[in-house]
């Protein structure tokens, strides 16, 4: 377990510091960095025994030609089942988006959309390979929340229930108001269960409410992931996958799906920054909460901030104090919140739709990689 832990966050006793973030107990964080179009701010906290959330921010060429285009990738990658589906969708989408990128020689919803159906596809070899000896492979999955913002536009492409806000200034009051740009993939929202009815009208049984939690065949909160093969291919919901994943009659068509809802936005000059967040994040603050504490405090440190209030959030509810929520292991700290990441992108509206710039490739946890233009 100590390597393990190693290998996961470098040098997890105390605190670490170097160009990858800074590292304190279960926290991970990058204060502050520049990307192509301002700066942003990182951070996570761990409370799984192996962090299940991962997440990157790529800032330069979006694609593998020098000819462009250029711009700034956010990826929030939320696990579930175990970490095996979000490392793979952080070491293969942005790769695969680029790829794409190349060929269409320009950035478009559908070069994302491929991106996605290339990751899911990988995932589905991977799984194929590993069945046979290690079944609980085909149960494991990641919500998979993108940002890009190319050439003035900004694109968010979605599936599972995290989310993305943007803090917007009303040039009447000045106030920054919240919208939620991402579509949420969640059965506790009721046009998603109608969506999911709709879908399969056959089946009465396709949402169950579970201890007053409501759960696609009563397994799954998320109606659309990366992964979850025993829920949508038949040949992995089957021995020698444990019984409590298995359904009672075989799958007929995929019950959950891999299609990423996508939106584009022209990016405004009243558009001041953007939260990215696992849903352990908003599980704890309302959008106009979140951005509130980004409008109101200093850049430098803003997501761990954001994290810190979410903690302290939690805390209250459980009805004890925050240094003591803090003193929590990995694990045991799960039943308590879940693992949280959030990326803030500041928006300086000067440079969004500039080329060129510094190159940066970082992922929530560690794992700095400077490139070459």
Request: proline fraction near 4%.
């Amino acid at each position: 377990m100590k390597l393990l832990s190693a290998c996961l966050w470098p040098s997890s006793s105390g605190k670490s510091s170097d160009s990858t973030g800074k590292q304190d107990g279960l926290l991970w964080y990058k204060d502050s960095g520049q990307h192509l179009g301002g700066e942003f701010s990182m951070a996570v906290v761990q409370a799984n025994n192996l962090l299940e959330d991962q997440s990157q921010v790529e800032s330069g060429p979006l694609s593998t030609l020098d000819s462009g285009p250029y711009g700034t990738f956010i990826g929030v990658y939320d696990g579930h089942g175990g970490p095996e589906t979000s490392r793979f969708v952080n070491d293969h989408l942005f790769q695969h988006l680029k790829r794409f990128a190349a060929e269409n020689a320009s950035m478009s919803m559908d070069v994302i959309r491929k991106a996605y159906a290339a990751t899911e596809e990988g995932f589905l070899a991977v799984v194929t390979k590993q069945w046979p000896v290690k079944p609980l492979i085909a149960a494991v999955g990641s919500c998979c929340l993108v940002g890009v913002i190319c050439e003035g536009m900004l694109y968010i492409a979605n599936v599972g229930d995290s989310r993305a806000v943007l803090g917007r200034a009303m040039k009447a009051t000045g106030e920054v108001i919240a919208l939620q740009l991402s579509a949420e993939h969640n059965v506790s929202i009721e046009s998603v269960r109608q969506e999911m009815h709709s879908l399969h009208p056959d089946d009465s049984h396709i949402v169950m409410l579970k201890h007053n939690v409501w759960r696609v065949k009563g397994l799954i909160q998320v109606s659309r992931s990366i992964g979850d093969m025993y829920l949508k291919k038949a040949e992995f919901n089957k021995e020698p996958l444990y019984t409590k994943y298995r359904l009672r009659e075989p799958i007929k068509r995929p019950i959950l799906s891999g299609e990423p809802t996508i939106t584009e936005h022209e990016l405004q000059p009243q558009d001041q920054f953007l939260i990215f967040a696992s849903d352990g994040l908003w599980e704890q603050l309302s959008n106009q909460e979140a951005v509130d504490i980004v409008q109101n405090h200093p850049r430098n440190g803003i997501a761990r901030r954001l994290v810190k209030m979410a903690l302290q959030a939690a805390a209250k509810k459980r009805e004890m104090r925050y240094s003591d929520l803090k003193k929590i292991e990995r694990g045991v700290r799960r039943h308590f919140h879940d693992d949280i990441t959030v990326v803030v992108i500041f928006l300086d509206t000067n440079v969004v739709s500039s080329a060129k710039g510094p190159s940066l490739s970082i992922r929530g946890g560690g794992m700095t990689f400077p490139k070459k233009l």
